[in-house]
Structure formats: C-alpha cells, structure tokens
C-alpha cells in the first residue's frame, strides 16, 4: 500500500465534533482529524509519542501545564504519558502522528 487518497479512509466519530481518518504503517499511526469550531479534548495521556499538526485553522493545546495557539506551520512534539488536551478555535484539519500504532484507531 504505497499510495493512498486520505478522502477514501472511512471517517469515525471518535469524540464530539473529531471526525478521523486513519493510516496505520505496521509502527505508527497518521491520524487526520477534521474538527468542528469549539470542539474540545479532554485533557489525557497515552504511551504513544505524539506529533500534532494543524494543516488548517487555530487549535488551543495544553502539553504539561503550558498552553499555545497552534495554527499550520507550527507542531507540538507530546512525549509519552504526558497529559495534553486542547480546543478548536475555528474548524480545523489536523494531522497527529503516533508512535507506536494506536490500537484504539482502528475502524
């Protein structure tokens, strides 16, 4: 599988407002998120290392205590088992990226 069209993924509901698309590798997951404006997630932690992308739009996140306005251009890097949460200030398209491949992502 060396080429796929994201728009062709089935899309799931995993939370209020995060609809996701997912690409499993063998070792990671590329999760990509269309998110409606105020759609919140709850503050958490998981053993996956997370890269989090904002490819449109304005996301609040939270990583250990600090808080910063994502927009696209700019990535958290969340180590494993460090709380983060966050909020969508405007809809928003993201891209997180886990290492290793998240179990419960897959639909």
């Given at each position: ?84 949460g966050g909020r969508a200030i405007t809809p928003c398209e993201l891209l997180d990226v886990f290492l290793p491949e998240r179990e419960?992502?897959?639909?």
């Amino acid at each position: 599988m060396a080429f796929i069209d994201v728009r062709s993924l089935a899309e799931k509901e995993v939370l209020p407002g995060y609809k996701g698309r997912a690409i499993h590798t063998g070792t990671m997951t590329y999760m990509y998120w269309t998110v409606d404006a105020g759609a919140v997630i709850p503050e958490h932690s998981h053993l996956h290392e997370q890269v989090a992308n904002v490819l449109k739009g304005q996301f609040e996140l939270t990583v250990n205590g600090e808080t910063q306005m994502l927009e696209p251009g700019k990535v958290a890097v969340i180590p494993p088992r460090v709380s983060h949460g966050g909020r969508a200030i405007t809809p928003c398209e993201l891209l997180d990226v886990f290492l290793p491949e998240r179990e419960d992502y897959k639909f």
